[in-house]
Structure formats: C-alpha cells, structure tokens
C-alpha cells in the first residue's frame, strides 16, 4: 500500500512541475504582449498631440499680420510718368495704377494707338471721354478687363 502510494505521488508532482513553467510561460509572453499594446498606445496617442499642437499655423490668425493677398502696392504720378512709351506704358484710372504694355503689345486694343495718349498720365478722363474718338466712355466690356492690368493704387 505504501509503495502504491509512493508510485502514486510522484507522476502528480511532475505534472504539476511542468504546469507551472507552462503557465510561467504564459505568463512571460502575456506581460511581453501587455508592452507592447503599452508602447503602442503611447505611441499611437502622442500623434494626435502633436497634430493639434500645430503652432506653425498661428501666424496666419495672429493680430497685425498681412496676409500677402492682401499687400497692395502704391504709385505716386511721378512713379507713373517714368512709365510713358509704347514700351513701358503705365497709367492710373480712377485711383488704379495699369500697366498695359502688355495690351499694347497683343494690339488688341479696340482703339489702337490711341490709348498711347495715356501713358505716364492720370488717364481717368481719356478713358471715359475718347475725346480723340467718338467722345463716349468705354464700354462695359473694356472696363471688364482693366482688372488684368491693375499692379496697384495711385497715392499722392
Ligand atoms: C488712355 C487710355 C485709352 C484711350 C485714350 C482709349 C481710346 C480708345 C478709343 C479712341 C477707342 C475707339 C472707339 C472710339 O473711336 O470711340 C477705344 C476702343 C476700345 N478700347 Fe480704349 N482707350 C484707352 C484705354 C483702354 C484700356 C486700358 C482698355 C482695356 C483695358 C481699352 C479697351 C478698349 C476696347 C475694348 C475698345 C473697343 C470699344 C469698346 O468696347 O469700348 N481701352 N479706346
């Protein structure tokens, strides 16, 4: 009876031997993976963080910057009257400063040369006038495309 019970016992402590380093193994891997899924939150987390942080932007909404769409350059006639050949032609036109050279040059000027009279000048009365044509304004369409030209305002 003893011996069986000896021979008894010892297959059940091997067994039990061999449980713990499985579930010593189990639980090696289970605290492995636990930091993983830790560093990964951390990381994952810290991401956003820097994405709403964004303080490069700031400087678009800050009080006093200019926008660049919004800096708008200004001319004195003296400015105006160093541009007065078919070359280099500028005028002003109610306050705007154009530079048409490149509408001269494109000779699609409905007028043709007579917009030459206008360079270097204030040419808000030559070009609502035409005195040297049918002596009306420019039609609406005309004035539609002063805007191509515009480089800036007329100052004093
Ligand atoms: C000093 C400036 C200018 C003068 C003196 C002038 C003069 C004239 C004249 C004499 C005509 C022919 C029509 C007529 O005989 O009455 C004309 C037509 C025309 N001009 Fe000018 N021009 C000037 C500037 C401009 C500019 C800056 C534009 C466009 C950005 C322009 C666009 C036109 C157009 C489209 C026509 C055809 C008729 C019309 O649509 O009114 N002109 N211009």
């Known amino acids: 009876m003893e011996d069986q019970?000896?021979?008894n016992h010892q297959p059940v402590s091997e067994s039990n031997s061999s449980d713990k380093k499985i579930s010593a193994k189990k639980i090696a891997g289970f605290v492995v993976a636990l930091?993983?899924?830790?560093?990964?939150i951390s990381f994952f987390s810290k991401a956003p963080e820097s994405d709403t942080?964004?303080?490069?932007?700031?400087?678009?909404?800050?009080d006093g910057a200019v926008d660049s769409e919004e800096i708008v350059l200004e001319y004195t006639l003296g400015d105006v009257a160093e541009?007065?050949?078919p070359e280099d032609c500028w005028f002003s036109i109610e306050g705007?400063?154009?530079?048409?050279?490149?509408?001269?040059?494109?000779?699609k000027?409905?007028?043709?040369?007579?917009?030459?009279?206008?360079?270097?000048?204030?040419?808000?009365?030559l070009f609502n006038t035409r005195p040297m044509g049918n002596g009306t304004p420019h039609s609406e369409k005309a004035r539609s495309f002063l805007p191509n030209f515009d480089i800036g305002n007329l100052v004093q």
């Open 109 to 125: 000027h409905g007028g043709g040369d007579a917009i030459l009279v206008g360079c270097g000048l204030d040419a808000t009365e």
């Open 5 to 7: 019970s000896s021979q």
């Open 35 to 40: 930091i993983v899924v830790i560093i990964m």
């Open 83 to 85: 541009h007065s050949t």
């Open 53 to 62: 942080s964004q303080p490069l932007e700031l400087p678009k909404n800050t």
């Open 96 to 107: 705007v400063v154009y530079d048409v050279t490149g509408y001269i040059e494109s000779g």
